[in-house]
């Protein structure tokens, strides 16, 4: 017969796994975001666009904002915080370093969808610099966290306790595979079927995703400044990884943060998509004459 003792330690251990294995984490995160407004769903299946198996992604937050107008119907922008949850006790690092002009990301590395934000060519962008989808363009790439940010990371490591001393080991073991790699996976199949019955070239609907890695535990940004490396704690980077498929190609740029800067994180989202919605009232007369082109294109294909 179980005595009390017993029950306590029974349901203490229970704890630790589903603690351990990131459900608790999922559900603070899905909790936070819908407290700030968002509709939230957990581990949402999808196929693999080039593997052909089923993959997970933890969870999916849409914030959906209209900008309507007396004598038209409501236009809606979606926001898409498209996040992984990893409650390992290994803490992670980010090798950063700080992107000169000429190399740093574009506004193509931000993931989209809908007519309004169809990326310009560079030609567009040379020959009509005052063109609707330019504006666009200018609008992320002065506004969107991801493309100001000071530093960014394209490599990554993470920590593990040597077994049998008191150091360290650095790799990335199975992280990319298990976590990264189907995030961004998750990305392009949202960008390719996650809203299609909303979105289509007849409207300005559209869509902004936002993939993000959320730690429990530390994260560490190194950076090597003037030869020498600094390591220091941070609750926030930016993570470029270039991927190809047949659905996608291009960078694509990942937010890593901490639990601890969530509610931080969603403000920031939050502040960048009223800037959005502002930009794109403002100029909502270039952006029907814009919809109604690629009509007129389809039309006559």
Not at 90 to 108: G, L, S
């Amino acid at each position: 017969m179980s005595t009390h003792k017993d029950t306590k330690q029974n349901k203490d251990r229970l704890l630790k796994a589903i603690y351990a294995a990131g459900y608790l984490l999922e559900h603070e995160v899905g909790r936070e975001l819908e407290r700030a407004g968002y509709q939230v769903q957990f581990n949402i299946n999808y196929d693999g666009d080039e593997d052909g198996m089923t993959h997970d992604i933890d969870i999916v937050a849409t914030d959906a904002m209209s900008a309507g107008w007396p004598e038209h119907a409501p236009t809606w922008y979606y926001t898409q915080i498209v996040a992984a949850c990893r409650a390992s006790v290994n803490p992670m690092v980010f090798f950063a370093r700080k992107v000169p002009n000429t190399a740093a990301p574009a506004a193509e590395s931000i993931p989209t969808l809908g007519v309004a934000f169809d990326w310009p060519s560079k030609q567009l962008l040379e020959e009509h610099p005052e063109a609707i989808q330019s504006r666009i363009y200018n609008f992320f790439m002065k506004n969107d966290h991801r493309l100001t940010i000071p530093h960014v990371s394209n490599q990554f490591c993470v920590l593990k306790p040597h077994a049998g001393d008191n150091t360290w080991e650095a790799s990335q073991g199975n992280t990319y595979s298990e976590v990264l790699l189907p995030l961004i996976k998750s990305i392009s199949y949202l960008k390719r079927v996650g809203l299609e019955h909303k979105l289509s070239q007849q409207s300005l609907d559209s869509a902004i995703f936002h993939p993000v890695i959320i730690l429990r535990d530390k994260l560490y940004s190194c950076y090597l400044a003037s030869g020498q490396p600094e390591i220091r704690e941070v609750d926030h980077i930016v993570f470029s990884r270039e991927y190809i498929s047949k659905n996608f190609c291009g960078n694509i740029l990942i937010d890593v943060i901490t639990r601890q800067y969530l509610e931080e994180y969603i403000a920031l989202v939050k502040a960048e998509t009223q800037r959005l919605r502002k930009f794109l009232e403002e100029n909502f007369d270039d952006f029907e004459k814009h919809v109604a082109a690629v009509r007129s294109k389809s039309a006559n294909i």
